[in-house]
C-alpha cells in the first residue's frame, strides 16, 4: 500500500454501529465491562482508548513501523523515551536540539542521575568519540531546529549497533511522507503531531513509533503510569490532518525550495540554510534519505539583532509565531524570540547568530509569500 493510501485509510474502518466513514470520537473516561475477568481491550482512557489505538496504529503505518503511541505533546512523547534509560546511563545528543528538549535534558532528565554529552552530528565521528562505557543512548534531531542540519542516519546506526546503543530521531520536520528512519535501522521515532502531521495549528501532540516489541511495552506502561497522553478529540482532529499529509508535503517541499532560491540570491541575506540547496553541507546525504526537503529553512540577514528585529515588524503575510509545521507560513527570530534568555555567548557558540530567522514555508500561493519576504527584506 503506497503512503498516500495509508495516510487516509491505514488503521481507519467504517463505525460499525453506523458506518461512519470517519471514525467516531470516543469521548469517555472509562468503560462499563461485562463481567468480571473478561477483557475486551478498553478498561479505563489514560490506558487505552478506541480513538487514540485507530491514531496509534496510522502513524505505526506511516513510519513502517508496528507499534504507534499517542502523547499529550510533543515533549511528554520525549520525556517518555527518556524513561528507558536509568542514573548514570550517558547519552548522545545532537548539538543543535530543540530548546525544550535540551531544557528537559539539562534541566530535568539529568537531576536524576542521566548526562548529556551534545556533539555537532554532520560528521558521525564526533558520536563515535563521544562513547562511553555508561553511553546507552544516541538522540537526533534530522534536520534540526533551527540551524536545520542532517545527519546520516545509516551511518549512526552502523555506529549503535556496533555499540549496543539505543537510537531515537525527532523526525518533526522531515515527516514521515519525506524520512522514515525505522527503515533505516532506527529504533525509536519521535514526532510532534502539533506541526505537519495534524498540520492546522489546532492541537498540541506527540507520538512514539518504534518495531521493538520490548521498547514498545516499555514505553505503554510510561504512558499509561504517567498519563500523558492525547485527548480522544486531539487524536480525531490528528487523523482528518493526517489524510491530507502527502499533498501538504508535496506543496510545503515546493514552495520551501522556490523561497530558498529567492533568498539564496538577495543582497541582504548572508546565507541560506535548506538541505534541498546544493550549499547545504549534507546536502547529498539529505537527498539520499530524503523524498523531497520540506519547508523548514533558516537564514541570516546582513545587519545582525537590528535586521532580523526590523523584518519581524515588517511582514504581513507570514505570521510571527513560535510553532511550525502548519498550512500557514510562520516566522521566527530565535535572538529576540526563542532564545532572547539565552546568553549571547552561548547562543552564538550554538551558531544562533544574531541575524538568523527560523522560516516555516506554508502552502499558500509562493508568489505572495515571496512578495511579503521581498517588501519586509526592502525595509531591512
Not at 260 to 266: I, N, Q, S
Not at 318 to 331: K, N
Not at 334 to 343: G, I, K, L, R, Y
Request: with cysteine; net charge negative; hydrophobic share 40%.
Amino acid at each position: 500500500m503506497k503512503f498516500e493510501t495509508k495516510a487516509v485509510r491505514e488503521g481507519i474502518v467504517p463505525d460499525p454501529t453506523t458506518g461512519s466513514i470517519v471514525p467516531p470520537i470516543y469521548q469517555t473516561a472509562t468503560y462499563v465491562l461485562e463481567r468480571v475477568g473478561k477483557d475486551k481491550g478498553f478498561d479505563y482512557t489514560r490506558s487505552s482508548n478506541p480513538t487514540r489505538a485507530t491514531l496509534e496504529a496510522n502513524l505505526a503505518a506511516l513510519e513502517g513501523g508496528t507499534y504507534g503511541l499517542s502523547f499529550a505533546s510533543g515533549m511528554s512523547a520525549v520525556d517518555a523515551v527518556l524513561k528507558l534509560l536509568a542514573p548514570g546511563d550517558h547519552v548522545i545528543s545532537v548539538d543543535d536540539v530543540y530548546g525544550g528538549v535540551s531544557r528537559l535534558f539539562d534541566q530535568i532528565i539529568s537531576t536524576y542521575g542521566v548526562e548529556f554529552t551534545y556533539v555537532d552530528m554532520t560528521d558521525t565521528k564526533n558520536i563515535e568519540a563521544a562513547i562511553r562505557p555508561n553511553t546507552k543512548m544516541i538522540w537526533l534531531e534530522t534536520p534540526t531546529n533551527p540551524l536545520v542540519k542532517i545527519t546520516d542516519l545509516a551511518a549512526v546506526n552502523e555506529i549503535a549497533k556496533a555499540n549496543n546503543l539505543l537510537t531515537a530521531v525527532d523526525s518533526t520536520f522531515a515527516t514521515p511522507y519525506l524520512l522514515r528512519p525505522l527503515e533505516l535501522g532506527i529504533d525509536i521515532v519521535v514526532h510532534s503531531t502539533t506541526k505537519y502531521l495534524s498540520g492546522h495549528n489546532q492541537i498540541i501532540g506527540g507520538a512514539v513509533i518504534t518495531n521493538n516489541e520490548e521498547i514498545h511495552q516499555k514505553l505503554k506502561f510510561v504512558q499509561k503510569s504517567i498519563g500523558a497522553v492525547s485527548s480522544p478529540f486531539d487524536c480525531w482532529l490528528t487523523l482528518l490532518g493526517i489524510k491530507t499529509l502527502a499533498l501538504r508535503m508535496e506543496k510545503h517541499s515546493d514552495n520551501g525550495m522556490a523561497i530558498a532560491k529567492f533568498l539564496d540570491a538577495h543582497p541582504k541575506v548572508e546565507r541560506v540554510m535548506y538541505p534541498g540547496l546544493p550549499s547545504h553541507k549534507l546536502h547529498e546525504v539529505a537527498k539520499r534519505q530524503m523524498k523531497r526537503f520540506g519547508g523548514m529553512m533558516s537564514f541570516e540577514l546582513k545587519g545582525g539583532l537590528a535586521a532580523g528585529e526590523k523584518l519581524m515588524n515588517s511582514v504581513k503575510l507570514c505570521a510571527l509565531a513560535e510553532s511550525l509545521g502548519a498550512v500557514e507560513t510562520m516566522i521566527t527570530h530565535p535572538a529576540s524570540m526563542t532564545h532572547a534568555s539565552v546568553p549571547v555567548e552561548t547562543r552564538r557558540a550554538r551558531g544562533l547568530t544574531d541575524g538568523l530567522v527560523r522560516l516555516s514555508v506554508g502552502i499558500e500561493a509562493v508568489e505572495d509569500i515571496i512578495a511579503d519576504l521581498e517588501q519586509a527584506l526592502a525595509q531591512v
